[in-house]
């Protein structure tokens, strides 16, 4: 390998002695180094020294690790399940829902029961409409026969009476079922307890 020394002037060589000069004095790290360098230099084997080779590329500065992000905490369950609880309240704002299935039904005869039924019926329904969309899962009224093919998404129809064999079935419809195409509920605000489904009311004189 050519000698790169061989392309320096001979001030080029002056400048860089002058250089090493005062770095070996100021730099422990300098000197040592050149040593290797200067003593091969004097033993005469300055040639069997590899020439030409790079400077060593700077130690690349580790990122910092990073302690794991804990998870944040799980939610309560009246928080989790704000939405279920929303929609309890709205039943029994508009239909007095909880009000009907928490009274002991029995003891009031049918005509009473039946008055009390249709109110809450139209709240309830009028929360739903409002809310939700609904269509039924089978297109077909109760009591057609159909068939469920095979393949059926068991969420959707559920079997009864003699299943025995594989699909497809024959069978009556019994409930058409439904399934929600839309969901319309308002977002629950933090600043709202959702456990609180009716609030006590009091009349003041």
């Not at 009224?141 to 079935?169: C, H, S």
């Amino acid at each position: 390998m050519t000698d790169p020394s061989a392309s320096l002037s001979f001030f080029a060589r002056f400048w860089l002695a002058w250089l090493c000069f005062w770095r070996c004095l100021v730099s422990r790290e300098f000197a040592q180094a050149v040593l290797p360098t200067s003593r091969a230099y004097d033993a005469g084997q300055l040639k069997e020294l590899p020439a030409g080779d790079a400077a060593p590329p700077p130690p690349v500065k580790q990122p910092a690790v990073q302690a794991p992000v804990a998870p944040p905490p799980p939610l309560p369950p009246e928080r989790e399940h704000a939405s279920a609880l929303s929609l309890l309240a709205m039943l029994q704002r508009e239909g007095r829902f909880l009000d009907f299935v928490q009274e002991n039904v029995a003891a009031f005869p049918d005509a009473d029961v039946g008055a009390a039924a249709r109110i809450v019926h139209e709240g309830c329904r009028k929360v739903v409409h409002q809310y939700l969309t609904l269509q039924p899962v089978l297109p077909q009224g109760e009591g057609d026969t159909v068939t469920v093919p095979n393949g059926f998404d068991a969420q959707r129809i559920r079997l009864t009476g003699n299943v025995a064999g594989q699909p497809p079935y024959g069978g009556t419809l019994r409930h058409h079922g439904w399934v929600t195409t839309e969901v319309k509920f308002p977002s629950v605000s933090p600043a709202m307890e959702p456990r609180v489904l009716a609030p006590a009311e009091v009349e003041l004189a």
